[in-house]
Structure formats: structure tokens, C-alpha cells
């Protein structure tokens, strides 16, 4: 017969499982939310109008932690800090994108979580070129107040290829 300190034990054990769960699902609501975000700065082929772009980055920016860390790598730079990542995000360095994120492998402990999301992302350059972007991002998340944020978030490009000739000529 089970005592009261195994039951306990069990529903505390049971509570961090489901809050883990709940986690997993939250981060994945968060980083859907950023991907719309980010690819609404877009229509038609052309960056929206400057109010409206505004307005997405400041709500992209919202997503991280007030001291978050926004990595685009060597080639779109760091910022830190909401300020510095809205405004970043208020210069496109494309006119269309569509961020495809697959493959999350989140790790949860208590309010801090990991994740890593393999990236597909078609797109065009501000000269016009199609290209398919893959890669992959790697994040931190922190809980503040019951919601998760991201606390930093690092791409890594694997391939920048023109759509025309596809990454084969890569190889």
C-alpha cells in the first residue's frame, strides 16, 4: 500500500511532467507566432509599409525577454535587447519570406528551456533572386510571469542557394 509521501511524491512528479508538456506546446505556439510575425513584413514580393513594419517589429521584439539576443548570424548580425532587435527587424535585408520551422527538440527545466529547429526558408533578395535559405536555429527560452519568451535565439545558414540551380551545385 502506497504511504501518503509515495502519493506525493507521485502527483509532484506527475504536476513537472505535465507542466514540461505544457511547455513544449507553449514554446511551439511562441516560435509559431514569431514565423508569422517575421514573414508578415512581407506582401507581394515587397516589404510592407513602414507603419505596418514597425508595428511587426516591435511585436517580433515583444517575443523575446528584455534583454534578449537575436543572432542572425555572420551574414544579418546580433542584437541584444528588445530596442536594438525591433529595429533590426524594421530592415529587411529580403522583399518575401516564409519561414518553414520542422524538427524542434526542446529540452525543459523548470523555467528555462533549449531548443533547436531545423529551417527551410523560401525567400527573395532585395535584388529580386529567388532563393531557398536552410539552417538551423538554436534558442533559449525563459518563463516570466507564466509566459515564455525567447531569451536568445542563433541562426546558423547551412545553404543560401539561388532557386533556379537549387543547392545541388553545393555539393
Known amino acids: 500500500m502506497p504511504t501518503i509521501e509515495d ?3 507521485d502527483v509532484a512528479a506527475l504536476h513537472r511532467r ?7 506546446l507553449a514554446i511551439h505556439e511562441l516560435k509559431a507566432r ?3 510575425l517575421v ?3 512581407f506582401d507581394r514580393g515587397s516589404v510592407v509599409e513602414s507603419a505596418r513594419l514597425w508595428s511587426l517589429a516591435h511585436q517580433v521584439a515583444a517575443l523575446f525577454t528584455e534583454d534578449g539576443t537575436w ?3 555572420p551574414g544579418l548580425g546580433a542584437v541584444t ?3 536594438a532587435i525591433a529595429e533590426r527587424l524594421a530592415s529587411p535585408t529580403l522583399t518575401f519570406a516564409r519561414h518553414l520551422f520542422v524538427k524542434p527538440r526542446i529540452s525543459v527545466d523548470g523555467d528555462r528551456a533549449s531548443a533547436r529547429w531545423d529551417l527551410l526558408v523560401p525567400c527573395t533578395t532585395a535584388e529580386g533572386t529567388a532563393r531557398w535559405m536552410c539552417g538551423y536555429e538554436d534558442d533559449e527560452y525563459f518563463r516570466e510571469d507564466g509566459i515564455w519568451l525567447h531569451h536568445s ?3 546558423t545558414t547551412v545553404f543560401f542557394a539561388p532557386a533556379a540551380t537549387g543547392w ?4
Do not use: F, I, K, N
Open 168 to 171: 545541388s551545385t553545393l555539393t
Open 81 to 83: 535587447g528588445r530596442a
Open 18 to 24: 505535465l507542466d514540461a508538456a505544457e511547455s513544449v
Open 71 to 73: 543572432d542572425g548570424g
Open 39 to 41: 514573414d508578415e513584413r
Open 7 to 9: 502519493v506525493a511524491a
Open 153 to 155: 535565439m542563433h541562426l
Open 34 to 36: 514569431y514565423g508569422e
